[in-house]
């Protein structure tokens, strides 16, 4: 029964993930004339050029069928059933959420970012949860799988070519496709900001005279503390400046040991951009993947 429910709850999240995604492009997106980047990005501007006689919901799940070979061949079983949830589950709402709520501003530019706001959130959430909508979500997984780029700089790269395209349909003009790039760029800052946000890490620098206390106190977090031999140069007196990287919803805790040992402690906090090692990411460099197909070869 813990089994179920923990399943059950994860398939919740993802339920609750895709409706947001769907609602973004059916309330938002295709009803003011939008088409970004992304496999659906992609259905939208064929719902355009056929004047709009080929629902998003049908191309979507053809496209997202041969697409889903490629989720079951790299990306294991796991993920494979999931996408196929969420595609049949996409292909539904498409269809069940088609012209049902549409939201309209007066500046088109405000549907642009609302639109890529909650597109991405929708994604980030069926992301962290192991699934994917199809389409270039699968390539942005199974790159970051192998290597260290993020998934916002993926989908940027290649949605670039697709919302181009819609020069491509009739009716259409640059216009539209600068409001394309504007849900692309709103897009790929947020679906980092919520997959890659509770793993920012900060480099933090302690200098204090109770360095030892602290150090003990601060391995009750699961951290490691690195000690340098430093020298005041004014009062040149020796002691040990204290290196610990945490992440950034841990530098509260982290501030609040300092501060409880020594309220005069001079403290130097830094952004980490990549931390890689025990108790935060994987070195993903492609080696393994690489040595992996010659083992097969």
Not at 121 to 138: A, F, N, Q
Not at 261 to 268: E, K, N, P, Y
Request: proline share 2%; hydrophobic share 50%.
């Amino acid at each position: 029964m813990k089994n179920f429910f923990s399943i059950l709850k994860e398939y919740s999240i993802l339920t609750f993930g895709t409706v947001i995604y769907v609602l973004a492009w059916t309330s938002f997106l295709i009803p003011n004339g939008i088409a970004s980047g992304g496999g659906t990005g992609l259905c939208t501007i064929v719902y355009f050029a056929s004047n709009e006689t080929i629902p998003v919901s049908v191309s979507f799940f053809v496209l997202n069928a041969i697409l889903l070979i490629i989720g079951f061949m790299v990306l294991g079983k796991g993920f494979g059933f999931k996408t196929i949830y969420i595609i049949i589950l996409s292909t539904l709402l498409f269809q069940i959420l088609d012209k049902k709520w549409i939201v309209e501003f007066d500046e088109k530019f405000l549907v642009a970012v609302v639109g890529g706001v909650l597109e991405a959130v929708g994604i980030g959430i069926v992301l962290m949860k192991g699934g994917s909508t199809g389409g270039t979500d699968i390539a942005a997984m199974v790159v970051n799988k192998y290597w260290p780029v993020s998934p916002g700089k993926v989908y940027l790269y290649s949605d670039i070519f697709i919302i181009a395209s819609i020069l491509l349909v009739p009716g259409k003009t640059i216009e539209d496709m600068i409001y394309g790039y504007v849900v692309m760029i709103t897009f790929s800052f947020m679906v980092d900001f919520v997959l890659l946000g509770q793993k920012s890490s900060v480099q933090v620098l302690i200098f204090s005279s109770k360095y030892q206390e602290i150090a003990d106190r601060i391995l009750t977090m699961n951290r490691g503390v690195t000690a340098i031999k430093s020298m005041g140069w004014y009062s040149k007196a020796d002691s040990n400046v204290l290196l610990v990287i945490v992440r950034r919803y841990e530098l509260h805790t982290l501030v609040s040991i300092i501060k409880s040992i020594d309220h005069s402690a001079f403290v130097s906090v830094s952004s980490a951009s990549d931390v890689y090692g025990e108790g935060f990411d994987e070195m993903k460099t492609g080696l393994d993947h690489k040595n992996k197909k010659k083992e097969i070869k």
